[in-house]
């Protein structure tokens, strides 16, 4: 039996995401340089191995920050058994590696070097990310100290399907303070709002199925549209709309197909 980490389950699915959060860089910071610091998802970079950092953004004038990232199933993003607090789906800290074991060690929370976090959930054909958040990690630890803790905002957990890992399971809409960017997957916003970097929505990778549009309730409590069609997003579904339907009060307007 093979057992190259290629054959990894979650590995397979980063490099399946991985161009999108690519494509979403490329649309918040343009003409901007992104280098992975992984080589295989394995953390052989010392900023990814000692300091829990996945990306270096490199922007025209030269200055440079860097991002962790995690991309997570549709699932966890649609099914209210999947989170702590629903219909909000949870950012996942993790806290101790090998938790209980005699190898335990301590884990990302605790070498968390980045700037900002990238957190993505996948729609239901890796076609896109059906929504994610883009957060500034100070921010995000000033909360959690203020708070008196990761056990004061999260719920502590065990990761049964990967290793033995802890981690603390947050609903993502208690971070917003931290928030830089945000997309319910049909548009970017940006806190505090600014439309001059976002006229329009985020260019979409092409699809290949017929349009389909369901209203549905997007994790930050607004009402958005998402495509229905052959395995893409389908939770909190309700009546079926046209492509392109204009948006109403509290909604959010996608492009025509």
């Excluded at 991002?67 to 966890?76: A, L, S, T």
């Excluded at 056990?151 to 290793?163: A, I």
């Excluded at 809409?173 to 931290?178: G, H």
Aim: aromatic share 12%.
């Amino acid at each position: 039996m093979a057992n190259s980490f290629d054959d990894l389950t979650t590995e397979k699915f980063r490099k399946r995401m991985r161009p999108h959060a690519l494509r979403i860089y490329a649309f918040l910071y343009p003409n901007s340089k992104t280098e992975d610091l992984r080589e295989d998802g394995v953390k052989v970079h010392v900023l990814d191995k000692e300091y829990g950092i996945d990306t270096k953004t490199t922007l025209p004038s030269g200055m440079s920050f860097t991002i962790q990232e995690k991309y997570r199933d549709n699932d966890f993003l649609c099914d209210p058994r999947k989170q702590i607090s629903p219909p909000v789906p949870d950012f996942t800290q993790e806290y101790m590696n090998a938790a209980g074991t005699p190898t335990e060690s301590q884990g990302e929370w605790f070498h968390l070097a980045a700037q900002m976090y990238f957190y993505g959930w996948a729609n239901g054909n890796l076609s896109d990310f059906a929504a994610w958040v883009l957060f500034d990690i100070t921010r995000y630890k000033m909360l959690v100290e203020a708070a008196g803790g990761l056990e004061r905002v999260g719920t502590l957990k065990q990761n049964c399907r990967h290793g033995k890992a802890s981690f603390y399971a947050i609903p993502i809409t208690s971070l917003r303070p931290a928030w830089i960017y945000w997309s319910d997957g049909t548009r970017v916003f940006t806190n505090p709002p600014d439309a001059r970097f976002h006229p329009g929505p985020v260019p979409s990778p092409p699809i290949e199925h017929v349009h389909k549009w369901r209203k549905i309730k997007t994790f930050d409590g607004y009402i958005a549209f998402s495509c229905s069609g052959p395995k893409s997003l389908d939770c909190y579904g309700q009546e079926d709309l046209p492509c392109g339907k204009v948006a109403t009060e509290n909604e959010h307007l996608i492009p025509n197909p």
